[in-house]
């Protein structure tokens, strides 16, 4: 599995997430901790990094470990 940017997000969640399915990814140019992102999209749905790290700390691929 292989992406970039949003979709090289998505490709190393899902070999984090399944490693039973899924065994590598290639994940070019993108964020691996979502409270990175400085857009105004992220801010948009999760809220400002700063104020609500609630809603960005769980989606981050820094704290997941496989299985």
Known sequence: M????????LAAAAV???P?????AVA???RTGRRLCDTHWEERFLGHS???PVNHD???LLSRRPG
């Not at 039973?20 to 590598?24: C, G, R, T, Y």
């Open 20 to 24: 039973e399915v899924l065994h590598a």
């Open 2 to 9: 292989h992406g970039r940017s949003f979709s090289g997000y």
């Open 50 to 52: 700063d104020v609500l």
């Open 28 to 30: 070019g140019g993108t």
């Open 58 to 60: 769980p989606i981050s």
């Open 16 to 18: 984090l997430r399944h």
